[in-house]
């Protein structure tokens, strides 16, 4: 697996997986009938914003997943860091998102931020939610029913944070 910046010519990779994401509603705060325009400018932010795909190197470059980054806050906070990942569920299971998580945190600290922290992480989402924490990222804090998951009603919304 190679992570590299994302290009407009990734976009019809990623689009699909996106979409489908999005619109299943069980994991992102974003609106589950999001259109492609709005839904490209959100994921591929202009700088100080990155996006990266995870690309399959034992074949054609398949787009495996991806993520992006950005600051979290402006002002007197803009050293706490954000990030957003996606992995295509056709290759979950593979190290796809850990692997993105790695490379997230790593392109934080090189861009001189001091921490990370994830705004809105669904607490259904168990694997994402172990993933984050085996990173070294703690919850803290849950907004009660801050989500309305489509099956499981009214779920909390964890904020996660680490130091970098």
């Given amino acids: 697996m190679l992570i590299r910046t994302a290009t407009e010519a990734d976009w019809p ?3 699909p997986f996106l979409r489908a994401i999005v619109a299943a509603g069980e994991t992102y705060t974003y609106p589950r009938d999001l259109d492609e325009a709005t839904a490209r ?4 932010p202009a700088p100080p914003g990155r996006t ?7 074949d054609d470059g398949t787009v495996l997943g991806t993520a992006k980054m950005n600051p979290n806050h402006m002002g007197g906070a803009s050293h706490i860091a954000s990030a957003s990942f996606m992995v295509d569920p056709r290759y979950g299971g593979r190290g796809v998102g850990r692997a993105l998580g790695t490379h997230v945190l790593d392109w934080a600290r090189a861009e001189g931020y001091r921490a990370m922290q994830f705004n809105a992480v669904v607490e259904t ?9 085996s990173l070294g990222f703690q919850i ?7 989500f309305r998951h489509p099956t499981e009603g009214y779920v909390g919304l964890h904020i996660m944070y680490r130091l970098l």
């Fill in 13 to 15: 990779a990623i689009w």
């Fill in 52 to 58: 990266v795909v995870a690309v399959d190197v034992d």
């Fill in 140 to 146: 803290m804090t849950t907004l009660p029913e801050g």
């Fill in 41 to 44: 400018e959100m994921w591929l």
């Fill in 125 to 133: 989402n168990t694997g994402a939610v172990a993933l984050w924490k």
